[in-house]
């Protein structure tokens, strides 16, 4: 029941923004717009967003392997991208983690570790995002003589560094579990150490988190690119600059999950923002519209990954020499 409350709360944001956003909106000269998108566009588009499940994927491998946990890149890709399909029916853009945390603990028989995996991978795209953030917001700020747009991502990069701090020291992370009674529950004690263990592996390992960055980074760029190539197919010369400082703020909208798939929290961003760069009304809401008919149809790809592996069944899923590594006595 209360599963179901929740959905429904989920819906009704969604549904009250959309209805904000849209009620007032010139369907026709939407539709113009629409009508208009230069199609060339769309190629490079698919390419980048494909190229970044690729660089997602690797980034967790690398996450995992660091772990004792050693799967295939191709197989990593496929949970991704069925992850990407269970998006669209889970609430939040960060739905399909729960489906990767437990697909790759079937195949490593330790949940701890997968979703220690997933989660450090996931923060670390959303601390590359901030950064990216802030860079751009030193241009946007002076433009606008406003630190409004300095000070946001200023103090999300505090709050991810606070997350990062706490988790650098078990001591502080018990504290923390303490001080929240959850310590007194013993599933939760157990996994919890679990994860500590996965998380000083991680810190202790250098290369690993240079290079994890340096995939975040490339990612989290690579999607700016795609939002900034959506709004060029629109006829929109907005600077790269905006789309940089904006477009990183508001996935971290999105995220939140309040919401189902960011629908309506994802629009407002587009308009809140984007509008202060020079777009109309009607491009800002296009290109939120845009973007989810993208993203959809690049979900629903995920769809096909997703059917294959329930036609493959265990016999499909070890086929590309998938295995699950034992943990060396370094990280256990």
């Not at 959905?7 to 629409?34: C, D, F, H, N, W």
């Not at 769309?42 to 946990?69: C, E, H, M, Y």
């Not at 295939?72 to 998006?87: A, E, I, K």
Request: proline share 3%; hydrophobic share 50%; with cysteine.
């Amino acid at each position: 029941m209360q599963r179901i409350l929740t959905v429904s709360l989920k819906l009704g944001v969604s549904a009250g923004l959309l209805y904000l956003l849209y009620r007032q909106t010139p369907l026709v000269e939407m539709q113009a717009l629409i009508a208009s998108i230069n199609l060339s566009y769309l190629l490079p588009i698919g390419l980048l967003l494909f190229v970044n499940t690729v660089i997602s994927a690797w980034k967790w491998q690398l996450f995992l392997r660091a772990d004792g946990v050693v799967l295939p890149l191709h197989q990593l890709v496929t949970s991704y991208m069925s992850g990407t399909f269970c998006n669209l029916f889970l609430p939040s853009n960060i739905g399909g983690d729960s489906y990767r945390i437990y697909d790759i603990a079937k195949a490593s028989r330790d949940g701890a570790r997968s979703a220690a995996s997933v989660f450090a991978d996931r923060f670390s795209g959303f601390l590359a995002l901030v950064v990216l953030s802030l860079l751009s917001s030193f241009y946007v700020a002076a433009q606008f003589d406003s630190l409004v747009f300095l000070m946001i991502p200023l103090a999300l990069l505090l709050f991810f560094l606070g997350i990062l701090w706490v988790f650098s020291r078990q001591t502080r992370f018990q504290r923390l579990l303490v001080f929240s009674g959850l310590s007194r529950i013993g599933a939760v004690a157990r996994i919890a150490d679990k994860l500590l263990l996965s998380f000083s592996c991680y810190g202790a390992n250098k290369s690993l988190l240079t290079k994890v960055m340096s995939l975040s980074f490339l990612f989290q760029g690579s999607l700016i690119t795609v939002v900034f190539l959506m709004a060029r197919s629109l006829g929109v010369q907005t600077g790269f600059f905006y789309f940089s400082a904006f477009v990183p703020l508001i996935t971290l909208m999105e995220a939140l999950p309040i919401s189902i798939y960011g629908l309506g929290i994802r629009d407002y961003g587009y308009v809140f923002f984007f509008t202060r760069a020079g777009m109309s009304d009607i491009e800002t809401r296009t290109l939120a519209l845009f973007f989810l008919v993208v993203a959809v149809c690049y979900s629903l790809i995920g769809g096909l990954f997703f059917l294959y592996r329930l036609w493959a069944g265990p016999s499909g899923k070890g086929s590309g020499g998938a295995r699950a590594g034992e943990p060396g006595p370094e990280t256990r």
